[in-house]
């Protein structure tokens, strides 16, 4: 009986076969989904132990899967590989350094692929920064407040700025108009 059950969310049944030809055999379950939707789906049904995600997907984007994993607290403890032909693709969406997931860029090779697979399952076993500031209620509800009234504070700073750029607007109007007379 394999020991992992790995899911890969691909819509090339290259990358889909070539992926489980590359990892040891007798170990792993490959489950595979050839879009984002039936992806999503499979990942609430068969509970993988790793998800391996193309970026673009028909039906719903890997960048749209990515954002449902990140927002569900029980999602987002499964290790994740990303992979995209073009890096550039990812990083516009998701800044670099990638802490929590493992990027892999298409084509790879078995010991890219294993590399990233251990990279991944570290990066996952990571605390989370958002999920300890909010760990009851209480304190979500506390550092909300705290966080609204530090807006609060920025944007009455900006609107005195913006009150004192119109005035330096204005007086440089008025001396370019007593110029051109």
């Known amino acids: 009986m394999a020991s992992h059950k790995i899911l890969v969310i691909d819509d090339s049944r290259v990358i889909q076969k070539t992926v489980k030809d590359m990892l ?3 170990n792993f379950d490959v489950v595979e ?4 939707e039936a992806g999503f789906n499979k990942i ?16 719903k984007s890997g960048w749209e899967v990515f954002q449902e994993i990140q927002a569900d607290a029980d999602l987002i ?19 670099e350094p990638f802490e929590y997931f493992e990027f ?40 909300g407040g705290a966080d609204v009234a530090a807006l609060a504070a920025k944007v009455a700073k900006l609107e005195a700025e913006v009150v004192a750029l119109k005035k330096q607007n204005a007086k440089i109007l008025t001396f370019i108009k007593q110029k051109l007379k």
Not at 123 to 142: F, H, N, S, V
Request: aromatic fraction near 2%; hydrophobic fraction near 40%; charged fraction near 30%.
């Open 24 to 26: 040891p055999p007798g």
């Open 33 to 36: 989904a050839k879009d984002g």
């Open 44 to 59: 609430r049904s068969e509970k993988p132990s790793l998800i391996m995600l193309d970026f673009l997907l028909p039906k």
């Open 77 to 95: 403890k499964i290790p994740l590989v990303l992979m995209s032909g073009r890096r550039e693709e990812v990083t516009e969406k998701i800044p």
């Open 104 to 143: 892999i860029e298409k084509p790879f090779e078995k010991k890219q692929l294993i590399g990233a697979i251990k990279a991944a399952m570290s990066k996952a076993k990571k605390p989370r920064k958002a999920a300890a500031k909010a760990a009851t209620p209480a304190a979500a509800g506390a550092s």
